[in-house]
């Protein structure tokens, strides 16, 4: 797919994905989800990619929410539709991505942007950056996901709050509650966010993939997130990379993992 709304390059084994539409503070419509959803979906399944970094153009914006032209003559079928197909093509994708997919929230990070970063497995900040979650002023509410993983991250009481006030917290607050791990100025967010992914690097692939689907099913009310995580450590024994691992421990080394 050429893309027209996103910039999308390898480099040593991360994918950087950006969401280049300045002019517009990065705002969501619908064709740079469509692209999003193929960028994440190339990122699952290449064994290229170690690590994705999701970031916004330019300095104001990392998503400052979704194109209210494209739904704002919507019915509630279509309005439903819209929240599905995002949230399973896009969001969902993004959560379950098999690869640490890293947010570098460069400047405000609103609505469908902060639902965007919510999604990512870990979220650094620049010190400017402003979030929040403004759909009630639209006689909305979160529809990709946020009601969800603003409480899961931050709890019941805060995520209510920062729904139904609808107001921008600061990129300092949002660590302090626990909704970014890591503030850094704007200057050496990306190099932050390279330093993190290059970190997950050296581990295990298939250990790092085992890991995001154990912690995933912590929030899952279906499935028993204890069970997957005994079932993935036992898939972990199957792997070249845990006899790499166990050796290079044993023999005082550095591991060097393949992957398999």
Partial sequence: MTYQNILSELRDNLL???INRAAK????NKETLVELADAIAFAGHSDEV??????GAGDKAFVAGADISEFANSNVEEGENLARNGQVTVFDAIANCTKPVVAAIN??????????????????AADTAKMGLPEVTLGLIPGYGGT???TALVGKGRAIEMIVTAEMISAEKAERIGLVNEVVPLSELISKAEEL??????????????AIKAVNAAGDVIINGYEVEIEEFGKCFGTADFQEGVSAFLEKRKAVFNGN
């Fill in 50 to 55: 170690r690590g994705v970094l999701l970031t």
């Fill in 197 to 210: 992914l290059n970190k997950i690097k050296l581990r295990a692939p298939l250990a790092v993939t085992a």
């Fill in 16 to 18: 950087y994905i950006t």
């Fill in 148 to 150: 969800q993983r603003l």
């Fill in 107 to 124: 400047g405000f990070a609103l609505g469908g942007g902060l639902e965007l970063a919510m999604a990512c497995h870990i979220r650094i």
């Fill in 25 to 28: 503070l990065n705002a969501l």
